[in-house]
């Protein structure tokens, strides 16, 4: 049977000091969850740092454990700023083609889109273009 060192800390530690809400919470998500996050962890070695009643080989080991957990970061999230002014590029293409066609349902769904401000697909802005070839010849 492996020993689990970490639970040993843990229970040590939750004897030591009973009233310690934090280790207590420490010891019944272990408990339920199977282990700990490698915060979580780095918290219980400042615990167990700071008691005289864990012994140094305890430390070493749990010290080797939180160095196996690996880091998780956040990236950053990029936010592309929406470019609703170069949509309105697109109002005198669609009104022209109004103008040719009043009922087709694509151009006035497009201008309305545009008119409340929502951003076109890449797929609109290339139907734009394609039925302006089409309906408006040069």
């Known amino acids: 049977m492996p020993v689990d060192i970490t639970l040993q800390i843990l229970e040590t530690l939750k004897k030591a000091r009973p009233e310690d809400a934090f280790i207590s919470s420490l010891h019944h998500q272990y408990c339920n969850r199977g282990g700990l996050s490698k915060k979580q962890l780095e918290g219980l070695m400042k615990k167990a740092e700071q008691s005289t009643i864990i012994t140094e080989a305890h430390l ?40 040719k066609y009043p009922q087709h349902k694509m151009l006035v769904f497009l201008q309305q889109k545009i008119e409340s401000g929502k951003p076109l697909s890449d797929f609109e802005i290339h139907e734009i273009n394609r039925l302006f070839k089409l309906l408006i010849k040069p």
């Open 60 to 99: 070493a080991t749990l010290q080797a454990i939180i160095k196996k957990k690996p880091n998780r970061y956040r990236s950053e999230k990029i936010e592309k700023a929406p470019d609703f002014d170069s949509d309105k590029t697109f109002i005198p293409m669609i009104n022209k083609m109004l103008e």
